[in-house]
């Protein structure tokens, strides 16, 4: 549980840097992702979670 709640800790600083840091391009990506096909949003998130899941057992020893 404790992993999982630094995992969640690591996704809000990162979007915290983009919005925070960058909100012009935060606004330009978000008007960008509307414009897209739903099946273009649906592979970009299975490739994510799967590059996610690659780096957790990488490091975790794998």
Not at 24 to 39: D, F, I, M, Q
């Amino acid at each position: 549980m404790q992993d999982f709640l630094a995992a969640i800790g690591l996704v809000l600083v990162i979007e915290g840097l983009v919005y925070g840091g960058f909100p012009g391009l935060a606004r330009k990506l978000a008007t960008e992702v509307l414009s897209l096909p739903e099946n273009a949003l649906r592979i970009a998130g299975l490739v994510a979670i799967a590059i996610g899941v690659g780096i957790v057992w990488l490091v975790r020893g794998g």
